[in-house]
């Protein structure tokens, strides 16, 4: 298993280009099976997840032509209609093929995702609002079975804001018959992509970047050609990284219209930021400043973010608090975190950080995604060595991070 060797203490100084943002690409790319025309893809990130996915979709019999970061994708000779354990097991976004599939071909079979390491991660309101539609769902062997001779349009008001699951129900209502009015729906920029790409290919959406998404089914769409958006997380996580190092950075390919609070808590942190129309100029000097956020839905602050900061509040000049709300078990990096020196506590679901004047290298483990990314921060800012071990989570969302970051001037290699 792989593992990064990270020497603490070096500032950042030069330019990192951001990928195409993951959560976007990976409904994207599943938008493809509502299609038998070409889907041409541009900024897809080289990432375990969209390997994972293609594999998925491509077992369908959706035909991928994959040149690094673009994709062209042809659903004229999809045959079979099942996401099987094996993949989605190592996905959850694996259960975006069920809207799609369900719709276009009445009927699809996807296995069960599951929790994974950060919460229980329940797809009830995905199966809630198919069935609204009038799809028959039945749950057996850890499979869900779908079926609707034609999908019909409802209105559907979920019970909590989900991002995958308006994905899922957005395909779906392209192809049903009749208006679909999607409440309470995700405002994430990911999910304002996945269907300005649904508007290119002929879906008829109003309300787009709304929590009020109306749809009008057509009976069939079309191809079209798209680029991902850049991936606000991952640009994110790296503002972060120079937070914590001190330095001077610059990341192009960023669209800086589509980030949330998380900017405006960098500049609390003592970022100086330039803004351009897709570049961020970041500078850091001297020690950050403690910030406090609770994790909330788009624009608020998000919490594929929190991890990173909590590492940058290890180290600033006073206390802070962090409440997640989003996930149940979000703060397993908190135990590792504390391994290099931290002194964080936590109560239920928010985070007690004291901030400390320095951290220590030391051996750790990552646990999930964003865990990764931020013990990655909190050892580029430790003193001495860090082993991070099982950075494949790492890999699942971040293109070769090590190499950006050492073009940069970090110390981190990998340890195959
Ligand atoms: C591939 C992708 O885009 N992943 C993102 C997506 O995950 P994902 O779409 O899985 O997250 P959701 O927005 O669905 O989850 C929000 C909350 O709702 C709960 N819930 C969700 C659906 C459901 O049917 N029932 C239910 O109870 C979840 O357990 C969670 O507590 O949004 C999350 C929240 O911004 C991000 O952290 C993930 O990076
Ligand atoms: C939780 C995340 O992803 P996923 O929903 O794919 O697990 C993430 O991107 O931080």
Excluded: W
């Amino acid at each position: 298993m792989d593992k990064l060797q990270i020497v603490g203490g070096k500032r950042l100084n030069g330019d990192i280009a951001v990928s195409g943002a993951k959560n976007a690409a990976l409904p994207i790319l599943c938008a493809g099976l509502l299609t038998a025309g070409d889907v041409a893809l541009s900024n897809v990130p080289r990432l375990h997840d969209v390997k994972t996915i293609l594999k998925l979709l491509e077992q369908t019999g959706l035909k991928v032509t994959r040149d690094d970061e673009n994709v062209t994708l042809n659903g004229a000779g999809i045959t079979r209609l099942e996401a099987p354990y094996e993949l989605v097991k190592t996905m959850r976004a694996s259960i975006l093929v069920l809207g799609p599939l369900l719709a276009r071909f009445g009927e699809a079979k996807v296995s069960l995702p599951g929790g994974c390491a950060i919460g229980s991660r329940p797809v009830d309101q995905h199966i809630k609002g198919l069935r609204q539609m009038g799809a028959e769902i039945t749950i057996e062997g850890g499979y869900i079975y779908a079926k609707a001779k034609k999908l019909k349009g409802a209105r559907i008001l979920t019970d909590m804001i989900t991002v995958t699951g308006t994905e899922n129900l957005l395909m779906a209502a392209t192809l049903a018959e009749g208006e679909t009015v999607l409440e309470n729906a995700a405002r994430e920029p990911e999910v304002t992509d996945l269907a300005n790409l649904l508007v290119a290919m002929g879906a008829r959406i109003d309300g787009i970047g709304t929590e009020r998404l109306v749809i009008q089914g057509v009976a069939e769409l079309h191809g079209a050609r798209h680029a991902v958006i850049s991936d606000r997380i991952e640009a994110a996580t790296f503002l972060c990284a120079v937070a914590a190092t001190g330095g001077d950075i610059v990341l192009t390919n960023t669209r800086t219209d589509i980030f949330d609070v998380a900017l405006d808590k960098l500049r609390e942190v003592g970022l100086q930021m330039e803004i351009g129309s897709n570049t961020i100029r970041a500078r850091m000097d001297g020690r950050a400043q403690p910030v406090s956020f609770r994790t909330t839905e788009y624009p608020g602050f998000p919490t594929d973010m929190q991890a990173q900061f909590m590492a940058v509040n290890t180290i600033a000049a006073g206390p802070s608090r962090v409440t997640e709300t989003i996930f149940e078990n979000r703060f397993m990096h908190v135990q590792e975190m504390n391994r290099l020196g931290a002194q964080i506590s936590t109560e239920g679901n928010t985070a007690f950080i004291k901030g400390v004047p320095r951290l220590a290298g030391a051996q750790v483990m990552a646990t999930d995604l964003r865990a990764s990314a931020s013990l990655v921060i909190a050892a580029m800012a430790a003193e001495g060595t860090t082993l991070i071990d099982r950075i494949y989570h790492l890999d699942r969302g971040y293109d070769r991070m090590e190499v950006k970051l050492s073009q940069v001037g970090a110390e981190i290699v990998r340890i195959k």
